[in-house]
């Protein structure tokens, strides 16, 4: 059973596209986030969702529009794709601040 | 605002030999620390994690790092390395309560095991 799941695994669109990635958790965790790992394998937060609250939003341009429709769920809605939005997105979850996270096996984006 | 340096982008080791991967941490506030590694073209997958508890702090596969206050550090150590070692390795800090939680992530290691 994944504790951590998201679709798709790999996604290569066009720019100007709009696409979605979901994650899903059962794990029962309150919390969710979403986490971008660029080409040099750099790992930086997106956003956090606490029980469908949205907690962080670490100053990402507002095409990315995370969506919470339950605890179990955090998906990420990007517009108007940019040749600079190809990396690696992870989803994690972790029970509150500080514990564990826990990460899904993410979704590589190619934008050409 | 907490950061997290990873020495060495890259470390070679031989089968057999002691892992050393540094990891230096800064945060006004005791920190949660964290490592994780990462295989090929998968997610990130918890080695071990420091909360205060313990110094020495021992992690699947072998692993264990030691916390030291007055170094700021946090290095993972294994005694003898296995091929199925070979992976990138990520340290990273937990920003406190007010701040979600978040990990702030090093810049990983990435770790070879020649035979």
């Known amino acids: 059973d994944t504790a951590v799941s998201q679709t798709p695994k790999y996604l290569v669109t066009q720019m100007g596209n709009d696409k979605s990635i979901k994650c899903e958790q059962n794990?029962?965790?309150?919390?969710m986030y979403w986490y971008k790992q660029d080409s040099k394998k750099f790992l930086k937060i997106m956003f956090s969702y606490n029980n469908k609250e949205l907690i962080i939003n670490e100053t990402v341009p507002n095409r990315f529009s995370p969506k919470s429709p339950d605890k179990a769920h955090l998906n990420l809605h990007i517009n108007s794709l940019e040749l600079g939005d190809s990396a690696v997105y992870f989803c994690a979850s972790s029970q509150g601040h500080g514990d564990t996270q826990y990460f899904g096996p993410g979704t590589r984006l190619t934008v050409l | 605002a907490q950061s997290v340096t990873q020495l060495g982008s890259h470390v070679s080791v031989s089968e057999g030999a002691l892992v050393l991967l540094r990891c230096n941490y800064s945060s006004s506030v005791p920190p949660y620390l964290f490592w994780y590694v990462q295989y090929p073209n998968q997610g990130l997958q918890l080695l071990l994690k420091y909360t205060s508890a313990a110094t020495l702090v021992k992690g699947i596969n072998g692993f264990e790092a030691e916390f030291k206050k007055s170094e700021t550090s946090f290095h993972l150590t294994k005694p003898s390395a296995h091929m199925s070692d070979a992976a990138e390795y990520f340290c990273?800090?937990?920003?406190?309560?007010?701040?979600?939680?978040?990990?702030?992530f090093g810049q990983g290691t990435e770790l070879s095991v020649k035979p």
């Open positions: 794990l029962g965790h309150d919390t």
């Open positions: 990273a800090v937990s920003e406190g309560f007010n701040q979600g939680g978040k990990l702030i």
